[in-house]
Each structure stands twice: as C-alpha cells, then as structure tokens.
C-alpha cells in the first residue's frame, strides 16, 4: 500500500477529482509533489512535502489555497497480506472565499481518497 501512495503519478488514473499530478523532487525518505484537484469547472493546485516516518508517510502543506494543511498515512500490519490503512488530514482555508469555491470539492476528495487507494489496490494487487 506503501507504493500505491506513493506513486503520484498514478493518481489521476484513479483519484476521483484528481485531474494532474507532478513530482517536483524525491530522495530516499521524502518527496515534495504537486496534485491539481478540479470538479465542475474549478481547479486548484497544491504542493506538499512528504515524509517518510517508521509506519507512516507524514504530509505538510509548501504551497496552495490552503492557510495550513497537515496530515499523515498510516500503515498498519495485519498480516503478512494485509495492512490498515488510515489518513488524517487537518486543513484550513487561506480565505473564506476560496473555502467557499472549493471547500465541497476539497473535503468530498478527502472523504473517498481511502476508498479510492483500497479500491486501487485491488486493482493492482488482486483481492485478499
């Protein structure tokens, strides 16, 4: 699952509202990327760094429509074959306004992005 979340540049192929997605650098224990989330007409791009820390890949905003947006995966055994996966994301606005626009597109996205990695799994890894 590890490798799922980790391959931005697959999200467009099944991230419901993700419409692009871009490294911008990577080394062994970080990647700084970009994702472009759009519905109806609106877009909006944002920029985190993410690292990864034991169990989890921990997420700080570097750029967006965001005043702060902070977050991690988690990666739980279960099994040899299986794992839990949780996100926790906290964000706020940089304006009521942008919040307004797209705070329903942005937290509809956020709701489904477990499903959707769940979902991709299967695909990728066949059902367990």
Known sequence: MFDLVNDVNAYPAFLPNCSNAKIISEDESS?????????????????????LAGNKVEMKLVDGPFKSLNGYWEFTALDDQACKVSLKLEFEFASKLIEMAFGKVFNEVAKNMVVAFTQRAKTVYGVR
């Open 31 to 51: 990647m700084t990327a970009s994702l472009e989330i759009s519905k109806a007409g609106l877009k909006k791009w944002f920029t985190t760094n993410n690292r």
